[in-house]
């Protein structure tokens, strides 16, 4: 026709789509599944921008804003809730302006750089995947702590459920501020143990989480809390999620209609003995009060 066109109009169909640094791999359409990633690119670019700040050991508040973009971008294409507690720390920085990395903040920092290099990108998958329904429960009375859970499939058959009791010594780690309850904090153990239980049996799922608990659904939700253990049991709930590739929706159920209420408070009437499986309360509490020791858990 007499013009001249881009040497990119005329290569051949790849199974790789790139824009705005973005990357669309569509090789497993054939299988219903499409993965979206950051470019590389993208991802040395971050790492640059994070590494000076460390280096310097300080950020300007217009480089933490850039940097906050970005990340919030490349994001979308991550798979996962485990950078939310880093990101709330970048929020606090700005809102103070200018000034030196303190200790949670290079932790952050240090976590966000390795995530946005090495974590999974997100996946589209239209094919099937086995769905399970995770009830769980706690209960904080005079004289008796514990926590429940219980764990159907699709069909609504039971495959397991758990109580298990809390000795005063375990209530205090979970209480260093002596208040006047702890049930939010127990019941966030208790999605933790429920989900860590899934975990060590399966891979590749949807999860619908109920709780009775608002603060705790969520704190759950939105992969953060203002308490410290809450955080914690957030934070590794969302670490599994991204491990073991569960995606997990979270619902309140109204406590009179929680069927792991009895088990919480150590009675099993009415449930089958032979699905009935042990949690150690005793490791959860210490993967809950030792988090703060290691950046990459965040």
């Known amino acids: 026709m007499g013009w001249s066109t881009s040497s990119e109009k005329n290569s051949e169909f790849a199974g790789l789509a790139r824009a705005l640094r973005v990357v669309v791999d569509l090789a497993d359409t054939h299988v219903l599944k499409v993965t979206v990633s950051n470019s590389e690119h993208r991802g040395k670019e971050i790492e640059t921008l994070i590494d000076s700040m460390l280096n310097r050991n300080s950020f300007r508040k217009s480089e933490m804003e850039s940097l ?10 991550l798979f996962g809730r485990t950078a939310q507690r880093s990101m709330r720390e970048l929020s606090f920085a700005l809102a103070s302006g200018s000034g030196t990395i303190n200790g949670e903040l290079r932790k952050a920092l240090q976590f966000l750089k390795q995530r946005v290099t090495s974590a999974p990108p997100r996946t589209i998958a239209c094919g099937p995947r086995q769905v399970f329904h995770l009830y769980t429960d706690a209960s904080h009375v005079t004289n008796f702590s514990g926590i429940g859970a219980e764990c159907y499939d699709a069909t609504g058959t039971e495959l397991w459920h758990f109580g298990d009791s809390l000795d005063s010594n375990q209530i205090d780690r979970l209480n260093p501020d002596e208040k006047g309850t702890i049930i939010s904090e127990l019941e966030a153990v208790a999605v933790y143990a429920g989900v860590d239980r899934i975990a060590s049996e399966h891979k590749h799922l949807d999860v619908i989480c109920f709780i009775d608990n608002d603060s705790v ?55 089958d003995r032979s699905n009935r499986v042990d949690v150690c309360s005793e490791s959860m509490l210490c993967r809950l009060t030792s988090m703060g020791e290691d950046a990459t858990m965040w």
Request: without cysteine.
């Open 217 to 271: 659904l969520a704190s759950m939700i939105k992969a953060g809390s203002p308490n410290d253990i809450m955080q914690n049991a957030a934070s590794l709930v969302a670490s599994l999620e991204v491990s073991h590739d569960i995606r997990l929706w979270f619902e309140r159920v109204p406590s009179y209609s929680n069927p792991s209420d009895g088990p919480s408070r150590g009675s099993f009437f009415g449930f």
């Open 68 to 77: 906050k973009g970005r990340l919030v971008f490349a994001e979308g294409q």
